[in-house]
């Protein structure tokens, strides 16, 4: 799996092993499921459906690693797991939501579930994915070539000094 990938997954695994403990102070519930539909029309909730999947991949990897002789057993074992986990999105979902209308108003909202369902804003979502993918491709070559400089330069600076590596 690339690292990107890696990262996603630890954030998304990090999310959801967060306390579960709303704030004191719940918004109220029409702008909790004014922030709901917002996820949904903005794509964010269609967005966790290919989590899942990444997750099962990374951890039959991992486990496959392992133990190579059992990667049948593995898979079935993941392939169980997967539906009955996948189900619990709603629960990350609504803690988001909840997130969502502490920060923003039931105006602003409404405002950007207006823009999510005009034709630029299904645009803007349909587009995402896309554009994401080619985003990382691209952070990872500036990475890439930025750490490919910043050793050449640090290795010169060092042999300038004495230490050769």
């Given amino acids: 799996m690339s690292r990107p990938l890696c990262a996603t997954a630890a954030v998304l695994i990090a999310l959801m092993a967060l306390p579960a403990s709303l704030p004191a102070q719940t918004p109220e519930a029409s702008r909790v499921a004014s922030a709901r539909e917002l ?8 967005q966790f459906d290919e ?44 803690q988001i939501a909840v997130l969502y209308a502490e920060k923003l108003s039931q105006d602003e909202l409404s405002a950007l579930i207006g823009f999510y369902k005009s034709p630029a804003g299904m645009k803007f979502v349909a587009m995402q994915p896309e554009i994401l993918r080619q985003s990382m491709m691209i952070g990872q070559r500036w990475g890439a070539q930025i750490g490919r400089e910043i050793e050449e330069e640090a ?10 590596l």
Wanted: cysteine-free.
């Fill in 51 to 94: 989590i899942m999947p990444l997750l099962l991949r990374q951890l039959a990897q991992g486990f496959v690693a392992v133990a190579p002789d059992k990667a049948t057993e593995i898979h079935e074992v993941l392939g169980q797991l997967a539906g009955r986990f996948s189900d619990r999105k709603s629960e990350l979902i609504d």
């Fill in 39 to 46: 996820m949904e029309v903005a794509g964010a909730a269609k």
């Fill in 155 to 164: 290795r010169q600076e060092l042999k300038r000094r004495g230490v050769p």
